[in-house]
């Protein structure tokens, strides 16, 4: 009897034991994936912040007023719809499709 009652409470006791240690593991590795996302959180805050400041900045009235007055003095243009195009596939389609024509200098004489 006293035999049975210590070999049952030894099985116990490893038992408890083991289940611990892979509880113990198991909880480890779920909070170095924890840090490793927090880490990552941190990182795409900031990264966040730096983007709204930099939003911030650069659409002030005042930055924007100042931009307009340097490329004021640049005459632009409207792009042809034609140059506009939605991927890079197009752009190599296109860009087969014109043929460069070689134009030789010639005086062209004129009718009086």
């Given amino acids: 009897m006293f035999k049975f009652k210590l070999i049952l409470s030894v099985c116990i006791f490893s038992m408890l034991i083991i289940f ?4 113990k593991n198991q909880t480890r590795i779920i909070e170095k994936d924890i840090k490793k996302i927090n880490r990552e959180i941190a990182d795409v805050k900031k990264d966040l912040y730096e983007t ?5 900045y650069l659409s002030s009235p005042y930055s924007l007023s100042q931009k ?12 042809d719809f034609s140059r506009i195009y ?5 752009f190599i389609e ?3 499709k014109i043929t460069i024509l070689k134009i030789d200098n010639e005086k062209k004489t004129k009718k009086k």
């Fill in 52 to 56: 709204e400041l930099d939003y911030s």
């Fill in 68 to 79: 307009i007055k340097d490329l004021a003095l640049t005459d632009y243009i409207p792009m």
């Fill in 86 to 90: 939605f991927n890079y596939e197009d």
């Fill in 20 to 23: 611990t240690s892979i509880i």
């Fill in 94 to 96: 296109s860009k087969k």
